[in-house]
């Protein structure tokens, strides 16, 4: 196998082979990438959350090759199994069965064994759910905080939700058709009913909607709409509004934050101006990284 995929990575005779982690569409399968369909069908082995799912995306670029299960339940048995592979000299591609491997995903294990065993891993970079829902939701991207699915329990999702709470940056979660709207309620309850989201159902399939308002909004409106809460989901809620607690800020405290964060690490300056001035220093270091963020973009 030798030199069959030199085209990504050169490889000379009797080195390991190369880990590759493949992304695959999401939903509309001509988003596969030519590269990554090169890899796939250059590679000696696939390894495949689901082999059975995997074969129909195979099928679909006329490629067959072995393929091993590699799925959370079996993660460390099918790892040995890639390790000795890759130690044999074959290249193995990583595949999931939608987007990017390791996003909410098997493949972790894989990798980090790879890197410890000095074993070259390289990725083929394509479809992510969260990624293309962000490039959409019309909020912020410069900061964002990935988040995976809240857990199951109303309980546990809700302790979850007051601990991101404060975070200024959009906070991007994975949800599924079960859930969304139980979800919804609790974000709505616990980030409040005003908070800005937006709701990326389906994308690049068919039946792909992205909704945009306040999370009281899209709670009511898929409440009102069963159709609404069918298939996959992305919700992607704005940050914390540390603008609003900034406004409130008498000018004093405003001129003293300017002086003390050209002079000092923002943590210093908020702390010093929280000792001044009696405010939360959690207030004045956000309003801080708001004033900073102004001064950038003016
Ligand atoms: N590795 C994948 C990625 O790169 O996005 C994510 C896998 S995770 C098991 C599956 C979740 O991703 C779904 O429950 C949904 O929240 C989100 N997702 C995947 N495909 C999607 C799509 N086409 N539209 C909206 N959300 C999607």
Redesign the pocket.
């Known amino acids: 196998m030798d030199g069959r995929v030199s085209f990504l990575c050169p490889k000379v005779s009797n080195q390991a082979g190369i880990l590759y982690v493949v992304a695959t569409p ?2 509309n399968l001509d988003d596969l990438s030519p590269r990554a369909a090169r890899v796939l069908g250059e590679v000696d082995l696939i390894a495949a959350e689901d082999t059975r799912h995997s074969r129909r995306l195979l099928g679909h670029i006329g490629v067959s090759k072995p393929m091993l299960a590699l799925h959370e339940h079996n993660e460390s048995a099918a790892a040995e199994r890639v390790l000795a592979a890759l130690r044999g000299g074959g290249d193995v591609a990583l595949v ?1 069965d ?4 390791l ?3 098997p493949g972790f294990p894989l990798v980090r064994a790879c890197r410890a065993h000095g074993l070259r891993v390289s990725p083929i970079p394509g ?4 990624v293309a ?1 962000l490039s959409v939701s019309g909020l912020p991207t410069d900061h964002f905080r990935f988040e995976g699915f809240p857990p199951r329990s109303s309980a546990a999702r809700r302790s979850r939700f007051e601990m991101l709470v404060d975070d200024p940056a959009t906070l991007v979660f ?3 058709s079960h859930r969304v709207l139980d979800s919804l309620a609790d974000m709505a309850g616990v980030f409040g009913a005003t908070r800005p989201a937006a709701l ?6 068919r039946y792909e909607t992205i909704l945009h308002g306040t999370l009281g909004e899209l709670a009511a409106r898929l409440a009102a709409d069963p159709d609404q809460q069918r298939g ?3 919700l992607v809620v704005a940050g914390c509004p540390a603008a609003a607690g900034d406004e409130a800020l008498p000018e004093e405290v405003r001129r003293l934050l300017a002086v003390l964060m050209a002079e000092l690490p923002l943590k210093q300056a908020a702390a010093i101006a929280a000792a001044w001035s009696g405010l939360k220093k959690n207030l004045l270091y956000k309003t801080m990284l708001a004033m900073q963020e102004d001064e950038q973009s003016d």
């Open positions: 999401i939903g999931s939608a987007g990017t491997p996003i909410s995903d479809p992510c759910a969260l829902a994975y949800e599924s990326a159902r389906e994308l690049t399939k996959e989901f992305v």
